[in-house]
T-cell receptor
């Protein structure tokens, strides 16, 4: 079974500072990993995804994440935070595997709320 | 524009009442999902459906029911058996078993259910 742990339920940064949101996963098969962002009272928007191609994945709004198999991590970063980045971020792992029979369910972490101070 | 429409945005339920949350998509997606979101717990899967007239229980299906009579529609009923239904409910869809890898999941804007 897959699982995801997001370290830190709240992260606070100053505008212009580095954003680092941590995600560790557990998977019995090579994982497919996702980062989503959620603004208050809205659905989730895909930021980026890892699908076993390049280990450094670039997403929208200047975010990127690096897949590190040895550390079972998929941390999300952005060099310079903007006020509009304030939201809740979710890391997720898919249970799809090559040749498997899964329907492709996503398992989510608990979420990290990012606050950006002026 | 194509997307997923959830309605209503806010819903209030009295104790012992069944309520139905609507989820409609015009993306021609095959698979649809219902997730429940509670603060600090992330999203938990309630039910999912890969094709019409077929659906499977997720991790927290007790107290919920679904139907999939049409490809574009996947309504969720919160029954009186669900003892703690107050939460934010999200519907999602994707095109097929393999496409979450290529296209990810599309989410609706959610329904906030409150028991009064």
């Amino acid at each position: 079974a897959q699982s995801v742990t997001q370290l830190g339920s709240h992260v606070s940064v100053s505008e212009g500072a580095l954003v680092l949101l941590r995600c560790n996963y557990s998977s019995s098969v090579p994982p497919y990993l996702f980062w989503y962002v959620q603004y208050p009272n809205q659905g989730l928007q895909l930021l980026l995804k890892y699908t076993s191609a390049a280990t450094l994945v670039k997403g929208i709004n200047g975010f990127e994440a690096e897949f590190k198999k040895s550390e079972t991590s998929f941390h999300l970063t952005k060099p310079s935070a903007h006020m509009s980045d304030a939201a809740e971020y979710f890391c997720a792992v898919s249970d799809l595997s090559a040749g498997g029979t899964s329907y492709g369910k996503l398992t989510f972490g608990q979420g990290t709320i990012l606050t950006v101070h002026p | 524009d194509g997307g997923i429409t959830q309605s209503p945005k806010y819903l209030f339920r009295k104790e012992g009442q069944n309520v139905t949350l609507s989820c409609e998509q015009n993306l021609n997606h095959d698979a649809m999902y219902w997730y429940r979101q509670d603060p600090g717990q992330g999203l938990r899967l309630i039910y999912y459906s890969q094709i019409v007239n077929d659906f499977q229980k997720g991790d927290i299906a007790e107290g919920y029911s679904v139907s999939r009579e049409k490809k574009e529609s996947f309504p969720l009923t919160v029954t009186s058996a669900q003892k703690n239904p107050t939460a934010f409910y999200l519907c999602a869809s994707t095109t097929s078993r393999d496409s979450p890898i290529n296209y990810g999941y599309t989410f609706g804007s959610g329904t906030r259910l409150t028991v009064v």
